[in-house]
């Protein structure tokens, strides 16, 4: 198990990520933490901000499953005293590029937390530590994340953690009761990272 701090990461096993914090721990979703998960998963406030909304339990679990056999997937549940909190999804990807693009290194981070437990910096906790074990332990360079202009959770969240928006997309993001609104992207390079005081 890794201690995971702001900057640091001590250890970490290869074949799967399993982080502690200070206050939680980020490891493998398992078979019985679906259901949980769906204890919140579909609540409204939940769902508001989030491209896929509605999931259905069955082939909800069945794309948890298929994702712990992706090697580019780290997802991981985050749990607080033995309790599943939240989970973080974390897609390494390649960037774009002419031929000879290093592979696999860029990801895009996604987070969705129940909200029984908002409000205490759970969230920006748990995608803290998730970055600073992308660039320190997966060869990642560059982290991307996407929210609803309005998803201001997301947003406060996003730029605690220290990440740079770089896109707001007018009128680009459909949204099923607003319509056209406003998107935002946001990124950070292991360079930044590393100057971060
Ligand atoms: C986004 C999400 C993970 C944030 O969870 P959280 O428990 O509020 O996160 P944290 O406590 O770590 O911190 C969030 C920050 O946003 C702020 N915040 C929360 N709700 C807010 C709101 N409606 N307006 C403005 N700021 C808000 C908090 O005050 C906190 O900032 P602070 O520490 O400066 O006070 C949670 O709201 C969630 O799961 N939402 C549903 C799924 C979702 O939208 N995921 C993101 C898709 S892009």
């Known amino acids: 198990m890794a201690e995971v701090g702001r900057r640091s990461l001590l250890s970490c096993p290869v074949a799967s990520t399993n982080l502690r914090t200070e206050r939680l721990e980020l490891r493998p979703v398992r078979d019985e933490d679906i259901d949980r998960i769906l204890e919140y ?11 896929r909304t509605d999931v259905d339990p069955a082939a909800f679990r069945a794309a948890w499953r298929r994702s712990a056999e992706d090697p ?3 997802r991981v549940a985050v749990t607080r005293d033995g309790v599943v909190i939240g989970t973080v999804s974390l897609d390494v990807r390649t960037s774009m590029g002419q031929p000879g693009t290093p592979p696999g290194t860029e990801a895009e981070v ?10 205490h910096g759970y969230a920006t906790e748990a995608v803290t530590a998730m970055v600073s074990y992308s660039f320190a332990r997966l060869g990642v360079r560059r982290i991307t994340a996407g929210c609803y202009a309005d998803n201001l959770a997301s947003v406060r969240l996003l730029e605690k953690v220290g990440m740079r928006r770089e896109q ?8 099923a009761e607003l319509g056209w609104v406003d998107g935002y992207t946001y990124a950070l390079l292991a360079e930044e990272w590393s100057k971060q005081p």
Do not use: A, C
């Open 110 to 119: 996604g987070y969705i937390f129940d909200p029984r437990y908002g409000g």
């Open 41 to 51: 998963r579909n609540l409204p406030e939940v769902t508001r901000w989030l491209l």
């Open 168 to 175: 707001h997309g007018v009128g680009n993001s459909w949204h």
């Open 72 to 74: 580019h997937d780290h």
